[in-house]
């Protein structure tokens, strides 16, 4: 069973629950996407191993954990309903430590951010505003599961995605075909940010958050989350088979073809299946980045 501290019992949070609020397990479709850039450059990876690591810290220790305390910190009062047991709401983080955090990791991302180059700097200082408009009134985007899950997706995959080509090219804007790629794999995330709303539904109808299973109701929200993932994944086939990719495009269209096959099951009961899916069909979509990635690192070689 889980305990936890009273918000009385402490005055500063620990390093563990620092940590839990950031969430690493959060960390990982950022690193990833910033990793598929740096490969879809087409640059030896290996001639710039501090860069590359710096560029990975941001992507995912440091901007994505910013979201994540940001968010938290606007959402106490709705997790206090899904999940008390989290840091803020459990007084784990007592008091105003949770925005402080959230903005301490703010300032120490754009100055990492600064160190690589003024595009990757843009490029973060695009990420933190969506991240901030996301959680923080007045905008608030998480209360429109449109351009909330939009928001995210972009900074989750498309951002990083052109981060990670860019600090491989020593700070220059990628080529074209990196910026269709992010986009399109971004435009996919949409649906898996989709997915991940089905475990908040009843916290979000009571605080007034339109997520799309709220807006659409379960089952409608959950075949347009397939299809926001489906039809970005043959649009890269389509175009790596443009580029003359023939077998990567073939490699992505088995991978989506793979998924379609386990959203028979998500959709059968997608607030049942929903993490199912996520631990399984994720993980074939974001291989087919990684393919992808490597189809233009080979146009470039």
Not at 52 to 69: D, E, I, N, R, W
Not at 146 to 171: D, K, Q, R
Not at 227 to 242: E, F, H
Not at 279 to 297: D, E, K, P
Request: some cysteine; hydrophobic content about 55%.
């Amino acid at each position: 069973m889980h305990t936890s501290a009273t918000p009385a019992a402490v005055s500063t949070p620990s390093p563990a629950a620092v940590l839990e609020l950031l969430k690493p397990v959060t960390w990982f479709p950022p690193m990833w996407a910033f990793a598929c850039g740096a490969v879809s450059s087409g640059a030896d990876i290996g001639t710039r191993p501090l860069v590359v690591l710096a560029g990975v810290l941001l992507a995912g220790p440091l901007l994505c954990a910013t979201s994540q305390a940001v968010n938290d910190w606007y959402d106490r009062h709705v997790d206090a309903i899904n999940e008390p047991h989290r840091p803020i709401p459990s007084g784990r983080v007592p008091g105003r430590w949770g925005l402080a955090i959230a903005i301490a990791w703010s300032v120490v991302s754009m100055l990492v951010a600064a160190s690589l180059g003024p595009f990757v700097f843009a490029a973060a200082a695009l990420g933190l505003v969506l991240a901030w408009a996301y959680s923080a009134p007045p905008l608030r985007l998480k209360r429109n599961g449109w351009w909330g899950n939009s928001a995210v997706a972009l900074s989750y995959e498309g951002l990083p995605w052109v981060t990670g080509a860019a600090v491989m090219l020593g700070g220059a804007a990628p080529p074209a075909q990196v910026f269709v790629l992010a986009a399109l794999y971004s435009a996919g995330a949409h649906g898996i940010m989709t997915l991940n709303d089905f475990k908040a539904i009843e916290g979000d109808v009571r605080t007034g958050v339109r997520s799309l299973p709220v807006r659409l109701g379960a089952a409608r929200a959950a075949r347009v989350a397939c299809w926001a993932m489906v039809v970005p994944q043959v649009a890269v086939a389509g175009v790596l088979l443009y580029w003359a990719r023939p077998g990567y495009a073939a490699a992505v269209l088995v991978v989506t073809l793979v998924q379609m096959v386990l959203m028979v099951r998500l959709l059968r009961d997608p607030r049942a299946f929903a993490p199912w899916y996520n631990a399984t069909g994720v993980s074939l979509y974001v291989s087919g980045m990684l393919i992808s990635a490597f189809a233009l690192a080979g146009m470039s070689a």
